[in-house]
């Protein structure tokens, strides 16, 4: 099978030729139809995460089609202990053994690939298998980040990419009103936000018009987090539902003061992935997508980084 794969940190992706994968006992073998690129796939290529396995094939958020002909999706979640106190009391997605996709198990970069099938989702059948992508991971993520919000009725998205786009349709469905807030000068995008839904959409330096009763930051630039923080009313969270963030800048204690609260996101449950993916069809989630060719691998990552689309790439092997 062709596949993009990650050799060395810090250097693009090489195309090479490797074995079909071979399917375990519990695993599926799957043909990759279309595989989302998570801007973790990036901090993985550039070093700013830890990759403990090299070479590896990246990608997370597969959409599959099994020998058998059923299609399937693969998440970042490929594998949990089931034994450690985290498992046991429902929150797998802290497993001190996990193992993700496309990091620790090879993912989705590949015209093949398998996947422990107990961690593979069915698909909602409205949605091509480009579209679908985006849901494994910007879709199942940023849903757990804004059930981690609470029931915030103003609610405000800082970096308005992947797992905004899709998340924002969930939030308007929901009856919430959403303020988006992207990267100062970028016209595109907050026109993008409004087409969505957002009731306002301005710069990440600019305060929205009223206080927000939380905010989800999915961009890394930690100078957001006290940004977010100015922007909460009285008894607000800022989620940070990314997997790295540069450092925090020092804010005053009166940011966070009258309870205001910041927490993290990490990974997520196959109880996450059931919950959204039942309601995604209803709102009905649409995806903006920008496909490539698996040669193109490294010229998504690229364009992720320079923020050149909107909405999420995806590769069709
Ligand atoms: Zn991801
Ligand atoms: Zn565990």
Known sequence: MRAAVLIRQGAPLEPRELPDAEPGPGQVALTVRACGVCRTDLHLRDGEIDAPRLP???????????????????????????QCRFCRSGRENLCLR??????????????????????????????????????????????RALTLAGDAQRLGLY???????????????????????VRPGDERGARFARSLG??????????????LDAAIIFASDGTLVPQALRALDRGGTVVCAGIHM??????????????????SVANLTRRDA?????????????????????EGAEQALDDLRAGRFEGTAVILP
């Open 56 to 82: 590896v094939v990246l990608g997370h958020q597969i959409v599959g089609v099994s020998d058998d002909g059923r299609r399937l999706g693969v998440p970042w979640l490929g594998w949990t202990c089931g």
């Open 198 to 211: 957002a009731v306002w959409a301005g710069a990440s330096t600019d305060a929205p018009p009223e206080p």
């Open 246 to 263: 540069s450092e925090i800048t020092a804010f005053s204690y009166d940011d966070l003061w009258q309870e205001r609260s910041i927490r």
């Open 98 to 143: 996990a193992r993700f996709t496309g990091r620790d198990i090879d993912g989705g970069y590949a015209e093949r690939t398998v996947a422990d099938e107990r961690y593979c989702f069915a698909l909602p059948d409205g949605l091509s298998d480009a579209q679908a992508a985006p849901l494994l991971c910007g879709g199942l993520i940023g849903y």
């Open 159 to 181: 970096g308005f990419g992947s797992a905004a786009h899709i998340i924002c349709q969930v939030a308007v469905h929901q009856g919430r009103e959403v303020f988006a807030f």
């Open 274 to 294: 059931h919950e959204f993916l039942a309601l995604a069809p209803r709102v009905p989630v649409s995806t903006t997508v920008t496909t490539y060719p698996l």
